[in-house]
Structure formats: C-alpha cells, structure tokens
C-alpha cells in the first residue's frame, strides 16, 4: 500500500512539475525581457499541444492580443451600409426599418446624413404602438446621447469606453466631423471570441448580407461554393472545397485575419471577420469582364 501510495504521488508530483514548468515559462514570456507578440503566441500554442490551455482559451487570448492591435476603422459597419432613422419621421414611418433590420439602436439624423443628434432604442417606441392608447410622439425626446469616437481609436481602449459609459453602440467620425461608421459592443467582443449568433443571425436569411455603394458584397464565408458561382458569374470548382470561405483560406495558405485580402479567380476577396481557426465574412468585388481578359493577355504575352 505505502509502494502504491508512493508511486501515485510521484507520478502526481511529476505531472504537476510539468504543469508547472510550462506555467514558469508563460510566466516568464509575460514578465521576463520584452519579447514579441509572435514569441509569446508560440509558448501558448505550445502549452495548448501539451493540453496546458485548451483551443478556445487560446483563440481568445489570441483575440485579447489582436484587439490591441485594432482600431474602429478595422471593424466599423460602414456609412454606405448604416441603417439610420430621420429625426422628422412619425412613428409608424420609423417602423418598416426597425423590422426589417432587427437592429435594437439606431442612429437619428437631423438636417444630413453626417447630423446624428442621437440614438434611438427601439423598443421605447413600444409605449407608442397601442392603438388604444393616444401618446404624443416626440421622437427628439426619445433619443440616447450618441457617443463619438474618431476613426483611430484603438479597439481595447473602446471597449473600455463602452464599459464606462454602458453604451453599446459609437458613432465613428472622420476627420471632418461625418458620420463614418458605426461599431457596437458586439463587434468588438467578437474579435475576442469569434462570431456571437443572435437570434436575427439565421442562414435562411441569405449568403449575401449586404451590398455597398461602390459594388462590393459582404458574403458569408460558409456560402457554397455553387452559389457564389451562380451569384457572381465565376466558375469556381467545388471538388476540393464545399464553401468560398475554404477556397479563400486555401489561397491564403493559412487561416487569415481581418483586413487580410486576395485576388483570386477575377475576384477581391477581403477579410471582414475572422478569429484564429476561421473566416466568418468576407468583402467581395468583382472585377470588370474587360479588366480581369486585359491582364489575363497580358499575363500570357509576359
């Protein structure tokens, strides 16, 4: 009994020694001489192989550390694809965009588009819609104070800044003042721990989420490879890869990370959201016929 108890405990002690060790060197990679992000990212993965961390632990602090790096120009939804209400509408005209985007807030302008006075909830508007019950509509005294931030400003800083002032959603300015985006809570989390579903997130709801004014796409990476074809007029083949998120990862050579782009088969393809083993969305924008024939001449003639 004294021999298994003793070997037990050995075996224990070694496991916990190795545990250790590993711990000791994440520890020094934190708080030994300045090293690389790359350096530290590597003594993770490796304690993730040695079942130290297990492989969402890492993809977040991966996230944690790639959010540093970012700023709101990085993930921002763009001024072209802003669902914003008029300061002037009546209630029952605000309605059709509440449904059909399913958003929750919503910037409201003024005079332009660049004037955002404010932020509207949607569900205040609730208390309104009972037909039995007559309320004076005012949408100016609805409205939230809108928060501002430039476009440099630094991912980890806002989520700060949303934490402190319990906003969800900032209103991203460009250099003059205009509306250039906006970014919530969401999109910033998301950079940690991947792609958060909601209930309006239903792939019935199509693979193409939206189209920008300057011809792009924002696509779901997991849109069959037949129907990008069918959408797009490319001829894409679907023998060695099911979806256009798998062929865009294999032209890369690697899982890449947003803003990461590639031209490929007469398309743009930029990377809108990804984390560390996947792609989420891609931008998409086809090339001109005449272009993508012109330099493929030209490719043959050199």
């Known amino acids: 009994m004294n021999e298994d108890r003793s070997g037990s405990s050995s075996s224990s002690q070694s496991h916990n020694g190795h545990h250790r060790s590993w711990l000791e060197r ?20 490796q304690a993730t192989e040695r079942e130290i961390l297990d492989h969402d632990a890492l993809a977040m602090i991966e996230g944690v550390l790639h959010v540093s790096e970012l700023q709101a120009r990085d993930i921002m939804i763009p001024r072209s694809q ?41 569900k205040d508007l609730l208390r309104y ?15 939230r104070p809108a928060l501002f931030i430039p476009e440099s400003k630094r991912l980890d800083a806002l989520l700060k ?23 919530t809570i969401e999109d910033v989390i998301e950079q940690i721990v991947g792609e958060i579903d909601d209930e309006h997130d239903d792939e019935d709801d199509g693979w193409i989420l939206s189209r920008g004014d300057d011809g792009e796409f ?9 129907e990008f074809n069918e959408n797009f007029g490319t001829d894409f083949s679907d023998e060695e890869f099911d979806t256009v998120g798998g062929l865009v990862a ?11 782009a590639l031209e490929l088969g007469g398309c743009r393809f930029e990377v809108v959201r990804a ?28």
Do not use: C
């Open 26 to 45: 994440i520890g020094q990679a934190l708080s030994g001489e300045p090293r690389d992000r790359e350096d530290l990212v590597e003594v993770l993965r």
């Open 82 to 122: 802003v669902a914003v209400l008029q300061r002037s509408d009546r209630v029952w005209d605000l309605m059709p965009t509440i449904v059909e985007t399913g958003h929750s807030r919503f910037p409201v302008t003024g005079e332009s588009r660049d004037d955002v006075i404010g932020i509207l909830i949607a």
């Open 129 to 143: 819609l009972d037909p039995d019950t007559q309320r004076e509509f005012n949408l100016r005294e609805l409205l």
């Open 161 to 183: 800044l949303f934490q402190d002032s319990r906003n969800h959603l900032a209103v991203v300015v460009d250099e003059y003042g205009g509306l250039a985006g906006i970014v």
């Open 218 to 226: 924002v696509v779901k990476a997991l849109t069959p490879i037949d």
């Open 250 to 260: 294999n032209g890369f050579g690697h899982v890449p990370r947003r803003g990461e």
């Open 275 to 302: 984390d560390s083993r996947r792609i989420y969305l891609l931008r998409v924008s086809r090339f001109p016929v005449a272009v993508a024939v012109e330099d493929e001449d030209h490719s043959q003639a050199g």
